[in-house]
């Protein structure tokens, strides 16, 4: 995590700052007074409450300054018209300031579990970071990337959505090397035109910012996504012969977990994962592929998992 100084911030936001408060920096942000860690910049959202009503708390928090669409007092502070937004812009220039690795995580279920196997993996090789919980939403994933820490070399972050252009919003302030998406569900079919196709279009927007020379990596025993075609390397996960990251010899431990042979186009691995349930086969085996694909040793990949 760096310090940001409010001039810096409110450039890359076009936002606006008083001359006296320019140099006053921060360190992370946060949308919420009561949980507000001191030094970080409180960003003032307009929801079921109005964020501004909660300045004076946060401030009192210690709050080093606050990101708002109105500033009623004298105190450290960006104005934009768009704080929510504005939130997303600094976190996508941190995130290219960074320049580090990033892999997005999304699917109708599986997500969090997902992201929790890769950093778990590339962790065995690189300073990893990741969303915490499921923040992963407009709000969420942009504060995450601003708590990475100075040297992170990777982060894996999960991305949610709900409706049509959301997920084309995050991949946008993540710009992904890595897009993984674990499954396509009946999550939120509601507001995505009915069908479980309006969600694979809604959760293929991961691709739309997917850096040149990206990789894809789905599940490759769901049918919606085995159908695909994209224009970038893909990796499909699964026990259907159509995976080119294929999994054998399920061996199940009861409530100890389970074992499995994983094969990819280099190597296999024998990996023993700790939590019982076969959809686990899932998060490793795209764990695993992704960790290949970061140069990770056969070692760290079986103990990463």
């Known amino acids: 995590m760096s310090r940001m100084t409010l001039e810096q911030a409110a450039r890359w936001c076009g936002g606006t700052v008083a001359p006296q408060y320019a140099q006053v920096s921060f360190l992370g942000a946060s949308n919420d007074s009561r949980s507000l860690e001191p030094g970080q910049l409180f960003v003032a959202l307009e929801g079921a409450r109005d964020g501004h009503e909660f300045i004076p708390g946060a401030l009192a928090a210690g709050a080093a300054a606050v990101l708002c669409s109105r500033c009623d007092g004298d105190f450290p502070a960006i104005v934009v018209r768009d704080p929510r937004k504005a939130l997303g812009d600094i976190a996508r220039q941190e995130r290219i300031r960074l320049n580090l690795k990033v892999v997005g995580v999304t699917g109708s279920v599986g997500k969090s579990t997902t992201k929790e196997m890769i950093a778990g993996i590339l962790s065995r090789k690189y300073r990893t970071g990741k969303t915490p919980v499921n923040h992963n939403n407009d709000i969420g994933m942009p504060m995450a990337i601003l708590a990475l820490p100075e040297d992170t070399e990777v982060a894996v972050l999960e991305m949610g959505m709900n409706h049509f252009g959301e997920m084309a919003y995050l991949t946008s ?94 190597r296999s691995y024998r990996l023993s994962i700790p939590s019982p349930g076969d959809y686990m086969i899932y998060p490793a085996s795209m764990a695993a592929a992704i960790g290949e694909y970061l140069d990770l040793s056969e070692q760290e990949i079986v103990e990463g998992v």
């Not at 499954?183 to 293929?204: F, M, S």
């Not at 990789?215 to 699964?238: I, Y």
């Open 173 to 266: 302030i993540a710009a992904p090397d890595i897009a993984v998406i674990t499954n396509i569900g009946d999550a939120h079919i509601e507001n995505l035109g009915g069908t479980r196709q309006g969600i694979l279009q809604a959760k293929c927007e991961i691709f739309d910012h997917l850096r040149p020379g990206g990789l894809a990596v789905l599940c490759g025993d769901d049918p919606l996504l085995n159908g695909l075609t994209l224009p970038f390397e893909t990796l499909r996960c699964g026990k259907g012969e159509s995976c080119n990251v294929r999994v054998t010899d399920i061996v199940r431990r009861g409530i100890d977990g389970l074992d499995c042979t994983v094969t990819t186009s280099r």
